[in-house]
């Protein structure tokens, strides 16, 4: 099965043949003699219907659409059309559109049935009984000189909509995985078609040279696949509300500029991202990708929880672990950037506490900022070292935290700094600047500092101060920001107890973002790199220079990982692992590139995979 073009099949059962209302009278003007071999199918329809489907593809059909009562209409793009059982208002409404040389782009009937119906035209809209926000969107693209090419009903009613206009679309109260897939399908470049929902659910996008389906009969689907591989562009598609469905096309799908999302999809680790999220049970990820400096494209691939409803788009908030350390950094150096600090300062005075020190730590030892900055101040780890107490010859216990389930009593800064949470104390165990250790312990002393000199939390001093200079309002380093969040998973690909753990070491694992936001700073930190003197934004062109150049420890700039220094494929990343979430984000500041990942689930190789999918598409090293 084609995984790029349809994500999961299940069948409709009952293909028998639609009930047919009363005759409307039919109309089919005088046209050209001659008629183009355009190609259709259906199943399931009246013999009727059948039949002047037959008669009227080959005139290249525009609008095509089934009542909830069994009725259907077909018009072509030479003006002929026919109808039966629709609304007398309709019909007669549909003539005098044809008489007047409307084009006819689109007819839908809302799921309620009776005198409701819409009829979109190259010049305007006519309607009954349509939901008034649908109407409104209707209207509010003819205003702003764009034509309705589509316009769909999903079969619960009330006010859910889909509308499509030559380069935009809308849709309210859709299945959130509908939405997820005509935002993708939009992202490379392709403009969105139609719309199409089965009455027993399911639904089908059709975009230019590509399609997606969900819960379509399989026969419908199959002959969708037969024609868009004969490069036909699927033009038209109905469902009958028996089963039945009906699909046509008035000409070849058009030529193209390569889609680069696509291409993507189809090359994370040797197969398609949904394959791949599969095989590593992962329900959510989300990738923004940045061309130029601005976001050229990003997407949502999955749910924000197993088995539930809520997708994953790119405005998605997920954990993003420890490229908290790296947002902190920008942070730090705004900080040290309006008091006027120095990297080189000794940060014990800024923590309105005493760090205590290992008896192998010479008294005169000085802890610097950059130091903790670059896991390079005597700080191991968690603060961890087995055995404990030794100066040497000891595993460092690693660098992150085990954060707190919801049933957890979360302790203060001040308690975790003690060793009265769940990690132990923090300490200098080696002597500042001899050894490297990759530590979130020492971002929890540069939170420590930040609160204490601004007497605010991290999360106000970072919202005030980073995010809202650069449009992030979907990050925050609160313990559990007001918007909705990606639940984290285990390698099993369950629910994590409570959807995700709490990190009060902010600075270090809390971050919550999404990758709009991360792919934000990415297009920021590349212009400030490249700009010839300071840009709008928390950092002067010296502190984002301070920030990304190698500082002390080799491969490291300040928070941030750098590689090809002096090449034009510079680059600085940082990757992030908490319990149930994996993340990656990545810029190439003389390239004006960058992108970012994040996900759900508890694998990295996944989100490793997604990031070399997208540097091979590009070329990006």
């Excluded at 809209?125 to 000189?145: D, H, M, N, Q």
């Excluded at 220094?565 to 004006?592: A, C, I, M, Q, W």
């Excluded at 992108?595 to 995979?609: I, P």
Aim: charged letters at 15%; aromatic letters at 8%.
């Amino acid at each position: 099965m084609d995984r790029r073009r349809f994500l999961t099949l299940t069948g409709v059962a009952g293909l028998g043949a639609a009930t047919v209302p009363a005759m409307v009278p039919a109309m089919v003007p005088a046209g050209p003699a001659f008629a183009a071999t355009y190609p259709s199918a259906d199943a399931g329809l009246t013999a009727e219907a059948h039949a002047k489907l037959v008669e009227l593809a080959p005139y290249g059909v525009t609008a095509l659409a089934c009542t909830p009562s069994g009725g259907w209409v077909m018009v072509t793009q030479d003006g002929r059309y026919f109808a039966r059982g629709i609304p007398d208002a309709c019909f007669t409404e549909l003539g005098a559109l044809v008489k007047a040389g409307r084009r006819v782009n689109a007819i839908a009937f809302p799921p309620e049935g009776g005198d409701r119906w819409v009829i979109t035209t190259d010049k305007g809209v006519s309607s009954r009984g349509l939901p008034t926000a649908c109407l409104s969107r209707i209207k509010a693209y003819y205003t702003a000189g764009q034509q309705v090419v589509d316009v769909a009903f999903p079969p619960a009613g009330g006010d859910r909509w889909t509308v499509v206009a030559t380069s935009a679309f809308q849709a309210n109260g859709v299945d959130d995985e509908c939405y997820q897939m005509m935002r993708n399908l939009t992202q490379g470049g392709r403009r969105l078609t139609r719309v199409a929902f089965p009455k027993a659910g399911g639904w089908a996008l059709v975009a230019q040279d590509e399609f997606h389906a969900r819960g379509v009969d399989d026969a419908c689907f199959a002959k969708m696949k037969s024609l868009a591989g004969g490069g036909w562009q699927l033009h038209n598609l109905a469902f009958a509300p028996g089963g039945g469905w009906a699909l046509c096309s008035r000409g070849k799908a058009p030529a193209l500029p390569a889609d680069r999302v696509r291409q993507f999809e189809n090359a994370v680790g040797g197969s398609t991202i949904w394959q791949r999220m599969s095989a590593y049970k992962t329900p959510g990820v989300a990738v923004a990708v940045v061309v130029g400096n601005k976001i050229a494209w990003s997407t949502g691939y999955g749910r924000l929880a197993a088995g539930g409803a809520p997708a994953a788009h790119p405005e998605s908030a997920f954990q993003a672990a420890s490229i908290s350390k790296a947002v902190t950094a920008v942070g730090v150096l705004r900080l040290l950037q309006t008091r006027k600090i120095a990297l080189t300062a000794d940060v014990r005075p800024h923590l309105g506490w005493t760090l205590p020190a290992r008896s192998c730590v010479s008294p005169t030892a000085v802890p610097t900022v950059e130091q903790l900055l670059t896991h390079r101040a005597g700080v191991v780890g968690r603060g961890s070292t087995s055995p404990a107490g030794a100066c040497s010859g000891f595993a460092a216990g690693g660098g992150g935290f085990a954060g707190y389930g919801a049933a957890a009593t979360v302790p203060s800064l001040l308690q975790i700094m003690n060793g009265e949470g769940n990690s132990p104390r923090i300490e200098l165990s080696t002597e500042p600047g001899a050894e490297y250790h990759y530590s979130g312990a020492g971002y929890v002393l540069l939170q420590r500092m930040v609160e204490e000199l601004t007497d605010r939390s991290l999360a106000d001093y970072m919202s005030q101060e980073v995010f809202a200079p650069l449009g992030m309002a979907g990050s925050s380093y609160a313990l559990s920001p007001a918007f909705e969040l990606a639940s984290g998973h285990t390698s099993t690909g369950t629910v994590i107890p409570g959807g995700h753990n709490r990190y009060p070491e902010s600075a270090a694992a809390g971050l919550y973002t999404n990758v709009l936001d991360l792919c934000r700073l990415v297009s920021y930190l590349n212009r400030a790199w490249t700009a010839t003197g300071d840009i709008a934004g928390p950092l002067t062109r010296t502190s984002v220079r301070t920030l990304l150049t190698e500082g002390p420890q080799p491969g490291m700039g300040r928070g941030l990982f750098v590689a090809g220094s002096g090449t034009r494929n510079f680059s600085y990343t940082h990757d992030g692992s908490n319990y149930g979430f994996k993340s990656v984000f990545k810029g190439y500041p003389e390239l004006g590139a960058g992108y970012a990942v994040l996900a759900n689930g508890n694998d990295t190789a996944l989100v490793n995979e997604i990031a070399a999918a997208v540097r091979s598409v590009y070329g990006w090293a």
